[in-house]
């Protein structure tokens, strides 16, 4: 039997509120998807402004980064041409995501769920995913 560490909905508000604050101050609306440690959507917010065609792609971010443990750029990095895991962003149905913008969440050394952040450049969706992350860490204590 497997007992499973997994965000909560509360969890998920502080990691949107984070995201949110930083999407506001760099002045980019964004859509941004927390999801559990296998993946499924627990929360979204698509901030007034943000890009219809960043909903799925925040989502299938945030996917990513839970489901396989590992942060989107750095599926991007080793997806290229030549490197380890190229051809890789067509997997699971085209779902993986290989952009910056999805950030695995862990706590005590073990991912917990991810965040997807879509609508501006993918530096700039990292970034917001980052402060999502920065504020969740706070909110821990």
Not at 40 to 51: H, I, Q, S, T, Y
């Amino acid at each position: 039997m497997l007992t499973i560490k997994r965000l909560d909905l509360e969890d998920a508000r502080s990691l949107l509120k984070g995201a949110r604050e930083k999407a506001t101050e760099i002045g980019v609306p964004m859509c941004i998807a927390i999801t559990d440690e296998s993946g499924n959507l627990v929360a979204f917010e698509r901030m007034d402004g943000g890009k219809v065609t960043s909903i799925t792609i925040a989502i299938d971010k945030s996917y990513t980064a839970s489901g396989a443990k590992k942060a989107t750029h750095e599926y991007g990095e080793a997806s290229q041409p030549g490197a380890p895991a190229y051809g890789i962003g067509s997997a699971i149905g085209g779902r993986l995501m290989v952009v910056g913008g999805g950030l695995p969440v862990i706590v005590d050394g073990e991912v917990v769920g991810g965040i997807g952040v879509s609508s501006g450049t993918p530096a700039q969706d990292r970034e917001v995913a980052q402060a999502g992350l920065d504020a969740f860490q706070s909110a821990q204590g």
